[in-house]
């Protein structure tokens, strides 16, 4: 196998989400092997800083502001990024996250918390149905619009390759996280969906499962925001992680660059574990 397979030279990337740490880590994994990329993101901001850091390092880049919840927003970055750069030939959808009011302050609910004068706590009878809602919809409708979007551009082609983040809770629901499982659990069964609906036009979808990454959006329940040690729900994590450790951005790169790149092709409809083992471990 020669290294021409990861070659990603003149095909162009767009990235959901890619302002955050892991979507600007995938943005730059891409660009190192040759890919120009279009970098989306809520946030401009975020955008156009994470796009200047790729041009920095020597690739190609633009920043383009992108609601993933906003149809209307994502056909006009989509022609954005066609204009720019002749074509589109790879979507990760890297957009998502939880809500405090849609996760479970206890892992499992227990009568005392149905006595009278019971201490606060938020079982799943007490979630806000609307920020459940949110939830839902930034995870998994904030991947198929993209899909949609940018898939329609490859399918004009007759090429594309799409790849979705899914999580390790979408096959071993965690405690407390109620909506952000489901969700994750939708966009799993959406990418075998996509695979095989998509094939004929030429286009593969797959997904990358994260196990656990420290994000700005996590990095305070995993570990103590004053002393940086781990917090119970982290200790229990590197616990069930065989490799004893939480993942970094950059070990994304990889299996990201393998799915988009030639070395898969014949590869679609797969959900790979980035994960240290989380899924292998029984924990016994």
Request: neutral net charge; charged residues 20%.
């Amino acid at each position: 196998m020669t290294d021409d397979l990861f070659d990603l030279k003149g095909k162009t990337a767009a990235i959901t989400g890619g302002g955050g740490a892991l979507g600007g880590a995938m943005a730059m994994a891409l660009a190192e092997r040759g890919g120009a990329v279009a970098v989306l993101d809520i946030r401009e901001s975020a955008a156009v800083e994470a796009a200047g850091r790729v041009v920095a390092a020597g690739g190609r880049a633009i920043g383009v502001a992108c609601n993933v919840l906003d149809e209307g927003s994502l056909v006009a970055a989509a022609g954005r990024v066609v204009g720019e750069f002749g074509g589109v030939d790879i979507l990760i959808n890297a957009a998502g996250g939880n809500a405090p009011a849609a996760t479970t302050s206890k892992e499992t609910a227990g009568p005392q918390d149905f006595l009278a004068g019971a201490g606060p706590s938020r079982t799943f009878f007490d979630l806000e149905i609307e920020a459940f809602r949110r939830v839902l919809d930034l995870n998994l409708l904030g991947t198929v619009l993209p899909c949609r979007a940018f898939g329609r551009e490859m399918a004009k082609r007759g090429r594309g390759t799409i790849v979705n983040i899914s999580s390790m809770t979408a096959s071993r629901p965690l405690t407390k996280v109620v909506a952000y499982s489901a969700a994750k659990a939708g966009v799993s069964n959406l990418t075998r969906w996509l695979s095989t609906h998509l094939s004929p036009l030429g286009i593969r979808v797959n997904a990358i499962a994260p196990g656990f990454f420290l994000t700005e959006q996590n990095r305070f329940l995993l570990t103590d925001e004053k002393t940086g040690a781990l917090t119970a729900r982290g200790q229990a994590v590197i616990a069930h992680t065989p490799m004893g450790r939480f993942g970094a951005p950059r070990d994304l790169a990889g299996v990201l660059v393998w799915l988009v790149s030639d070395a898969s092709s014949f590869v679609t409809g797969a959900v790979i574990p980035v994960d240290g083992g989380f899924s292998a471990y029984s924990g016994v």
